[in-house]
């Protein structure tokens, strides 16, 4: 990426935490954590990937194809509010969303590790 695509990921990513958090009402969407914008370097779409922290476990199936509906039908909304508030862009590009499984993936190898350590001090 160039700097000036990566400058435009990092406005567009705090602006589309800003409007989930502050705007959209859908309650499919709830308690997400945007990681990271990807734009093309046209500015035709940008794939915004997620994730969700949560306590009790990891997210199945039918929960990521919920919170994927919800999302993808506030991304119109969010593109008309960033389009508003993002006037240094010419182009709004298509948000597209996509699930990102790296923080539960993450948190596996943690517990693995700490596992084998327990282990091994045990022995």
Same mark, same amino acid.
């Given at each position: 990426? #160039?700097?000036? /695509?990566?400058?435009?990921?990092? &406005?567009?990513?705090?602006?589309?935490? *800003?409007?989930?958090?502050?705007?959209? /009402?859908? %309650? *499919?969407? %709830?308690?997400? /954590?945007?990681? *990271?914008?990807?734009?093309?370097?046209?500015?035709?779409? @940008?794939?915004?990937?997620? %994730?969700?922290?949560?306590?009790?476990?990891? +997210?199945?199936?039918?929960?990521?194809?919920?919170?994927?509906?919800? +999302?993808? #039908?506030?991304? #119109?909304?969010?593109?008309?509010?960033?389009?508003? %508030?993002?006037?240094?862009?010419?182009?709004?590009?298509?948000?597209?969303? &996509?699930?990102?499984? #790296?923080?539960?993936?993450?948190?596996?190898?943690?517990?693995?590790? @700490?596992?084998?350590?327990?282990?091994?001090? /045990? &022995?």
């Amino acid at each position: 990426m #160039s700097l000036r /695509t990566d400058r435009i990921a990092h &406005q567009l990513r705090e602006e589309i935490a *800003r409007i989930l958090r502050d705007e959209v /009402t859908d %309650s *499919r969407i %709830s308690m997400i /954590t945007i990681q *990271r914008v990807d734009v093309a370097p046209d500015l035709s779409n @940008a794939i915004v990937l997620w %994730s969700e922290f949560r306590k009790d476990g990891d +997210l199945d199936f039918d929960e990521i194809e919920l919170i994927s509906d919800g +999302l993808e #039908s506030a991304a #119109s909304f969010m593109r008309r509010k960033m389009a508003k %508030s993002l006037k240094n862009l010419r182009r709004m590009p298509e948000l597209r969303f &996509q699930y990102d499984p #790296s923080m539960r993936l993450a948190g596996q190898t943690m517990e693995l590790l @700490a596992a084998i350590k327990h282990g091994e001090e /045990t &022995q």
